[in-house]
């Protein structure tokens, strides 16, 4: 046990399991890349995990330890991984047809990511309307299905003998849903997975077969999935970590980026137009209106969160904003991103920014998939339970308490989550006050 801190933190003894549903782009990116660092053959840019440092204390100390040898977080020789999808194909085909990573690479891994096959999925088109596969459990109920998720859980657990696992959603966006009545309590949901209410989404079942298992879940999609007061209730009781939602990748990280830019200088907007241009399977799905606007919802809402229109009418009270992204096969994963900026500064003079971000999608979320895993893991062995907030960092609708208004500004999330890695140690929080240096 590690004893040093606020709390005890179990040591990261055997192999952590990371399980996916839905072993695409991302998660074959993910995977695959894990693989290739084990080997060195290339390296872990963009995990804070593996990258980041961590101050301690003053700035006169010099005390920036890498936050992998400042918290206990399982290594990477150490995970294992498993899925599920509705097509049959292995990590390496479904790499290889995902265009992500080159083929020259994805052939040193070749052997561990064939060796990945996915398991049958819990899939219902009217949740995701632009995909069908042949990969897909059939059950008389939706209890029946959560009940095959969690033999898929344990079965694992046995065969690769993993001490703990972790569960990241990496599939599809479902179709757009506001909560029902079903999704109220823990009782109304388990009645709703025997009565296979309608209402119960695919992601919600993975969520809830994860959570009995005691396995911390995290949501990459804009779903309805965890966020439900059910399945909070559910991690509650079964002291189980969940974080979500929306992977923060390519757009939206930039709005995190320029936008508490704009407030920090007191500079309106009267506007900001945004659209993007994707292939992969991600972008196929998206075309569906009702899939677009489950990702539409999720993008609008960090600007009007940041900018605090209610506290700032003059400036934010009154700007248009508009998300559209657009399915281009040709482009594939590499996806591509325009915004239209207008603001106004002294005296109301109007002034433009625009931003042409040329990123790839899954390169931007693999590091995010493998922080989560390993935070999630870290904050189990802490003893914490249900919702994740300093993990607000990696996603683009942060989930929160009730009542409790979402952190979308990207350098608050990181002061939030080093000071919660500084609190778990015992080490003073980080205020960035700096008044002692001049007493």
Not at 183 to 193: V, Y
Not at 293 to 300: H, I, Q, V, Y
């Amino acid at each position: 046990m590690v004893e040093k801190g606020n709390v005890t933190i179990r040591p990261a003894e055997g192999r952590l399991g990371v399980l996916m549903p839905g072993l695409g782009a991302v998660a074959t990116t993910f995977v695959a890349g894990v693989e290739a660092i084990k080997r060195g053959l290339g390296r872990p840019y963009g995990s804070l995990t593996q990258m980041a440092t961590i101050r301690l204390g003053k700035r006169t100390e010099g005390r920036c330890p890498l936050i992998r040898d400042f918290v206990p977080l399982a290594d990477l020789n150490d995970l294992v991984f498993g899925g599920w999808d509705i097509f049959e194909d292995n990590a390496y085909e479904a790499a290889l047809k995902a265009g992500v990573l080159e083929r020259s690479l994805l052939e040193k891994v070749r052997e561990p990511l064939e060796a990945l096959r996915p398991m049958k999925a819990v899939f219902d088109p009217n949740y995701v309307r632009r995909l069908n596969g042949p990969n897909v459990k059939q059950g008389r109920s939706k209890m029946e299905l959560a009940e095959m998720l969690m033999d898929d859980i344990e079965q694992f657990r046995r065969s690769t003998g993993a001490s703990r696992l972790v569960m990241i959603w990496c599939g599809s966006t479902e179709v757009h849903q506001h909560p029902q009545e079903v999704h109220q309590s823990l009782t109304n949901f388990e009645r709703g997975l025997v009565n296979n209410d309608p209402a119960i989404a695919p992601s919600q079942i993975y969520a809830y077969a994860a959570l009995k298992c005691g396995v911390p879940f995290a949501n990459g999609a804009p779903n309805l999935t965890v966020e439900i007061p059910a399945l909070v209730e559910l991690a509650r009781e079964r002291h189980v970590p969940i974080a979500g939602k929306d992977f923060k990748t390519g757009q939206t990280y930039m709005k995190t980026l320029i936008a508490p830019g704009l407030k920090a200088r007191m500079l309106g907007l009267t506007g900001w137009f945004s659209t993007n241009i994707l292939g992969n399977r991600d972008g196929e799905v998206l075309d569906d209106p009702a899939s677009f606007r489950t990702k539409e919802e999720s993008k609008l809402s960090v600007l009007h969160t940041i900018l605090q229109s209610e506290l700032y009418p003059e400036l934010y009270g009154n700007f248009y904003h508009m998300v559209r992204i657009n399915y281009y096969p040709p482009r594939g994963d590499a996806k591509e991103s325009w915004d239209n900026i207008d603001i106004f500064g002294w005296l109301g003079y109007p002034m433009q920014i625009k931003i042409n971000f040329l990123c790839r999608d899954s390169i931007l979320a693999a590091p995010i998939v493998l922080d989560l895993a390993l935070f999630l893991d870290l904050a189990q062995r802490a003893g914490m339970r249900g919702i994740q907030e300093w993990l607000s960092f990696y996603f683009k609708s942060p989930m929160t308490a009730p009542g409790l208004y979402p952190e979308h500004d990207v350098f608050i999330q990181l002061m939030k989550l080093k000071n919660t890695l500084r609190w778990m140690r015992g080490e003073d929080l980080i205020t960035h006050l700096g008044l002692e240096y001049y007493d």
